[in-house]
């Protein structure tokens, strides 16, 4: 059975755009299919300026939701990575394989040092390795396949890199895993700056639809969504970035093609209100059963625990191997 991993940091509310590019589809997809882990990955969360109380509540609630979205713990493995070792452990096995230049052509590694450095923060350390822990992440597990966004494929190819060259120096090690990403929504944009990505460390504002938005807060932000220039509903993510945004939402929802959906609406404001309706529902079981989740903290808790052991198990034996691959005497 092919493995599965993918992860969610803990540095904001869960948005829309986490939902359709990643979540929905471990829940839908990805657990009745293969061997899954999923993952609070916290410590990823520790590489820009943040609250240590804030990170421990986004986690539990970050974990929550990812019940709440359908993921069975009776078929995947969901747990908080720094209840893992191995990944902290296999991440500087990997520091000694990647390089400096390849850090810095990271595409995120640029726009989030520079937005740090906006917000008179400096840059740490851990933001350059990031991808490295990533992959030390995916690794570990010996995954096939890694269900993510557009914006993540750049690190699984390093991820991809990283593995190729380890296997050719120091002997087979590590499965090359390979990025997934949906073939709609894969990249939802901010509803108010259709340029850039919805990313749910971003400001707080109306361009972001939380996954625990009161559905009225969903129709407004949709509702107002940024459209571009002339008024014809037209697929072309060049000249019409905002309304192409909302085809892509809206056929994720439905199911659909977002081009061929574009033939259907004849204005701006009817593809916005049946896009807001069609989210809202989309939401509306996963918010239902996260109320419950929240009523009752002890189960989500046995989830994690009993994740993170499997986890441990799991990881282990390659994290293990990998040691010893590299040259490390074996503890006596
Ligand atoms: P941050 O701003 O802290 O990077 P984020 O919203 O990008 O937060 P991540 O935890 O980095 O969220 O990513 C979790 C998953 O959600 C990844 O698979 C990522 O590719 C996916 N993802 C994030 N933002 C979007 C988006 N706007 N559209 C589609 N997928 C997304
Ligand atoms: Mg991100």
């Known amino acids: 059975m092919k493995r599965i991993f993918s992860g969610i940091k803990p540095t904001g509310h869960l948005t829309l755009g986490n939902y359709l590019g990643a979540v929905r589809r471990w829940a839908e ?27 421990r509540r ?27 070792d191995e ?4 991440s ?31 840059v740490r350390l851990s933001l350059l390795t990031y991808p490295v822990l990533m992959a030390a992440d995916i690794l570990a597990y010996g995954a096939d396949e890694v269900p993510v966004g557009d914006d993540q494929t750049q690190h699984v190819e390093l991820t991809r890199d990283l593995a190729v060259r380890f296997n050719q120096r120091y002997g087979q090690t590590f499965v090359v895993p390979r990025a997934t990403p949906p073939e709609v929504a894969a990249r939802v944009m901010d509803l108010q700056d259709p340029a850039s990505k919805m990313g749910k460390s971003h400001e707080a504002g109306a361009g972001i639809v939380y996954l625990l938005d009161e559905p009225d807060v969903v129709r407004k932000k949709i509702l107002r969504a940024v459209t571009d220039s002339g008024t014809e509903v037209a697929y072309d993510r060049e000249s019409k970035p905002g309304v192409t945004n909302l085809l892509e939402i809206l056929a994720a929802c439905e199911g659909g093609n977002p081009e061929a959906l574009s033939g259907v609406y004849e204005s701006y404001g009817a593809l916005k209100k049946d896009t807001a309706e069609a989210v809202v529902e989309l939401l509306r079981p996963v918010q239902e059963r996260h109320k419950e989740l929240v009523a009752d903290p002890a189960y989500v808790e046995e989830v994690l625990r009993q994740g993170a052991e499997r986890a441990r198990e799991m990881s282990r034996p390659t994290v293990d191997r990998a040691y010893r691959a590299i040259g490390l005497l074996p503890p006596v």
């Not at 539990?60 to 979205?69: C, D, E, F, G």
């Not at 009776?74 to 720094?82: D, I, M, Y």
């Open 92 to 122: 500087y096995l990997l520091e000694c394989v990647a390089t400096d230049g390849e850090m810095r052509r990271m595409i995120q590694y640029k726009e989030k040092s520079a937005r740090e450095r906006s917000r008179g923060g400096s």
């Open 29 to 55: 997809v990805d657990q009745h299919q293969a061997d899954a882990l999923f993952s609070v990955v916290d410590l990823h969360a520790l590489t820009v300026e943040h609250d240590p109380g804030r990170v």
């Open 58 to 84: 986004l986690s539990r609630q970050a974990a929550t939701l990812l019940l709440a979205s359908g993921i069975d713990p009776g078929l995947a493995t969901v747990f908080v990575q720094s209840h893992v």
């Open 87 to 90: 990944h902290a452990r296999l």
